[in-house]
């Protein structure tokens, strides 16, 4: 069982579309972080959101962390095809133990 | 800077060989940690360091072992290579855990 379920696990949509993308879980985090991943590369960070509440505007993305620091989600308005990736989202707790979700994979249609 | 520097990029192992692989940084982080990825799984933490000479273990750390003898360097060692171990390996590190993690370009690990 995931600490982080990350929903949904796949997602294709037109460009221009609008999306949400899910990360939940039971436990509580000290900050909550978003990565976009592309084939053959490692993880970049987009975000961290670290306040229960916080909300993150980046261009067209928009990261809210949940009010009891458990759960987050990311918003894609307007999708482009170069948005398309595997988008992570990962918790630190107090230990710097950091966990990731399974990732959500998104692809853009021109 | 380069970051942080993984090699090798691909590796061919047959069931029992041990090896290690190599991850350095040049930012001076305090932080630096390992992960497997897999299908459908996202990463899951191996082993974890706060500092030189501080390790600890992360969900998935049997069969690895690390050690972090200077800050810039983080190796990773496959006691007795196995199927099980066909992965690919990701090494990041961070000044601080909530500052996010700088991500190595990753070893492809196929045993067989």
């Known amino acids: 069982t995931q600490l982080l379920e990350q929903s949904p696990q796949f997602l294709s949509i037109q460009e221009g579309e609008n999306l949400t993308v899910y990360c939940n879980s039971s436990?509580?985090?000290?900050?909550l972080q978003w990565y976009r991943q592309e084939p053959g590369e490692g993880p970049v960070l987009l975000v961290t959101?670290?306040?229960?509440?916080e909300v993150k505007k980046l261009k067209r993305l928009t990261f809210q962390f949940g009010d009891a620091r458990k759960d987050s989600s990311l918003h894609i308005t307007a999708a482009q095809p170069g948005d398309t990736g595997l988008y992570l989202c990962?918790?630190?707790?107090?230990?710097?133990?950091?966990?990731f979700g399974a990732g959500t994979r998104l692809t853009v249609k021109p | 800077n380069a970051g942080v520097t993984q090699t090798p990029k691909f590796q061919v192992l047959k069931t029992g060989q041990s090896m290690t692989l190599q991850c350095a940084q040049d930012m001076n982080h305090e932080y630096m940690s390992w992960y497997r990825q897999d299908p459908g799984m996202g990463l899951r933490l191996i082993h974890y360091?706060?500092?030189?000479?501080?390790?600890d273990q992360g969900e998935v750390p049997n069969g690895y072992n690390v050690s972090r003898s200077t800050t810039e360097d983080f190796p990773l060692r496959l006691l007795s290579a196995a199927p099980s171990q066909t992965s690919v390996y990701f090494c990041?590190?961070?000044?601080?855990?909530?500052?996010?993690?700088?991500f190595g370009s990753g070893t492809r690990l196929t045993v067989v």
């Open positions: 959101v670290v306040t229960g509440g």
């Open positions: 990041a590190s961070t000044q601080w855990g909530d500052y996010g993690y700088t």
């Open positions: 436990s509580v985090f000290s900050s």
């Open positions: 990962a918790g630190v707790r107090n230990n710097n133990d950091m966990r």
């Open positions: 360091s706060v500092g030189a000479g501080i390790t």
